[in-house]
């Protein structure tokens, strides 16, 4: 019987000791994991108040305005050839052209050549590049809607400010990934194009959503 007993209480503080590592290693895990996530967050920050990244994040406004102020003069014949066309380099060479957007298509190329300096940046996965500029755009899209209309807070408002702000971080990577050689003109380089037609088009069908959506709930 004490036999038993001793094996019994051997038992039972082996499966203790065993609970209590399995304890202990959950919380270091638990906590790695959180102090990992705290990095993370302080590298996000450290890149989102650097002047590269304000810097290019400026320069990304100024040519999504004004790619947005050439379109809206397109009718939707004008504007449905221009998404046809979005992979003829040729037409969308022309596009720059009848936007004016050269100078601004320089512009962000410099900035995007010093964010990709930054360490900081690219130390970032994509994944947490596409969380910083989705934050971003955000707070820009809420400016925009306030100048574009007046807001009410419903669920199309909600929608809409959504959709602003995916199509803007969607450009914005877009405009980082260009990879065009120097030796070609800005102009050539149909990457810019691409990334503001795409710009353009998405906030068309998040316009196009909001009118539906508000048509169906009066």
């Known amino acids: 019987m004490n036999l038993n007993f001793k094996k019994k209480v051997l038992c039972f503080g082996a499966i203790i000791f065993i609970a209590g590592m399995s304890v202990v290693i959950s919380s270091c895990s638990s906590d790695e994991d959180g102090s990992d996530n705290r990095t993370k967050n302080a590298l996000m920050d450290s890149v989102a108040e650097s002047d590269e990244f304000i810097d290019f994040v400026d320069m990304s406004e100024v040519l999504s305005k004004k790619t947005l102020s050439y379109t809206s003069t397109l009718s939707q ?9 979005l992979n ?22 410099k900035a995007k050549e010093k964010l990709l300096n930054n360490t ?3 130390n970032l996965n994509e994944t947490e590049r596409t969380k910083l500029f989705l934050e971003t755009a955000k707070r820009n899209s809420s400016i925009m809607l306030k100048t ?26 877009a405009l980082i990934g260009c990879t065009c050689l ?37």
């Open 120 to 122: 900081d940046f690219l």
């Open 88 to 109: 003829n380099d040729d037409y969308m060479e022309e596009f720059v052209t009848k936007a004016n957007i050269k100078n601004e298509i320089s512009a962000i190329t």
């Open 148 to 173: 574009r209309s007046e807001m009410t807070s419903n669920e199309c408002d909600q929608r809409r400010a959504q959709d602003y702000s995916w199509a803007r971080a969607q450009a914005d990577i």
């Open 77 to 85: 014949e004008e504007f449905d050839e221009l998404v046809y066309n």
């Open 182 to 218: 120097w030796e070609i003109p800005i102009a050539a380089c149909a990457c810019y194009a691409l990334a503001m037609a795409n710009y353009a088009n998405d906030i068309r069908l998040a316009d196009r959503a909001y009118e539906d959506c508000m048509r169906s709930i009066h």
